[in-house]
């Protein structure tokens, strides 16, 4: 039901942009978010993004990643930026409404 794109390799200090769609006709009162499971390390939640558009963040990203959504287009997007080493791992979407899941995409931050 969740179908992620973007992702990719960039250099430490660069952007990406990771973009998660829904079919689901109750995007626009569900609750994602967006996790992450670094090498060696437990599926962590980085972001959140609540129908009223309200949005928390994991301390380790704060200032540098952005969470927002289109409900009209169904998606919800990450925008990460200045990433570092320790930022690359498989980033995951999640209706926590629905409980769905996305397929994961993995992120590469290396010189």
């Known amino acids: 039901q969740l179908v992620q794109s973007g992702g990719g390799s960039v250099q430490p200090g660069g952007s990406l942009r990771l973009s998660c769609t829904t079919s689901r006709a109750t995007f626009s009162v569900n609750r994602m978010e967006w996790y992450r499971q670094t090498p060696g390390n437990k599926r962590e939640l980085v972001a959140s993004?609540?129908?009223?558009?309200?949005?928390t963040y994991a301390d380790f990203v704060k200032g540098r990643f952005t969470i927002s959504r289109d409900n009209v287009a169904k998606t919800v997007y990450l925008q990460l930026g200045s990433l570092k080493p320790e930022d690359t791992g498989v980033y995951y979407c999640?209706?926590?409404?629905?409980?769905?899941w996305g397929q994961g995409t993995q992120v590469t931050v290396s010189s």
């Open positions: 999640r209706n926590w409404n629905a409980g769905d």
């Open positions: 993004i609540t129908s009223e558009g309200i949005i």
